[in-house]
């Protein structure tokens, strides 16, 4: 009976220490990853070329905030909506490639970075075609996705071939 007591409080004992440090196995495989946001980049911009200005605002988190090239910042996702009407014609497409991403050790914040290019065409039709650089920051939400929190780009040379 002892050595049953015993048995008892040696598993008591190691259960106290062992199962509050102990991670759920499903954690590791949903932890996210630089791949996870470039997954989402390339999910984010299909969107876009299929849905225009609805598919790009879809990734952007209510309270998002967009620092456009030389213009002032614009908070909010309802803000950022009135901006985004030029992705619904059909002359226009938004392409973008990430170069970078990362994520924070705590695997709620992240970041991506990379190169944009946008088709359209001017007041007399001819073929415009502009070149720049973006960040996105982007933040897993309550509910699990992932959203963008914080959106800029530049204007740049066209990049050497």
């Known amino acids: ?32 990853s630089p791949d996870t946001l470039r997954q989402m980049e390339a999910e984010f911009m299909k969107a876009t070329a299929e849905r225009g ?3 790009y605002l879809s990734y ?3 309270d998002a ?3 456009p090239n030389g213009a002032p910042l614009i908070q909010g996702k309802t803000n950022i909506a009135k901006t985004m009407g030029f992705l619904d ?34 007041k007399d039709g ?3 075609v ?11 939400q309550k509910d699990g996705s992932w959203k963008v929190v914080l959106d800029m780009g530049n204007g740049s040379p066209e990049p050497a071939q």
Not at 95 to 120: C, H, K, M, Q
Not at 130 to 140: A, E, F, M, R, V
């Open 126 to 128: 001819k073929p415009v």
């Open 60 to 62: 952007y988190a209510d």
């Open 1 to 32: 009976m002892k050595s049953l007591w015993l048995v008892l409080v040696v598993t008591l004992l190691v259960a106290t220490v062992v199962l509050p440090n102990a991670r759920p196995f499903a954690s590791a495989s949903t932890k996210a």
């Open 53 to 55: 200005s609805q598919g």
């Open 65 to 67: 905030v967009e620092v």
């Open 89 to 122: 014609q059909k002359d226009n497409h938004l392409t973008w490639t990430p170069v970078g991403a990362d994520i924070s050790a705590s695997g709620d914040l992240g970041y991506t970075y990379g190169n944009y290019e946008f088709r359209s065409r001017d």
């Open 130 to 140: 502009d070149h720049g650089k973006y960040t996105s920051i982007w933040k897993k």
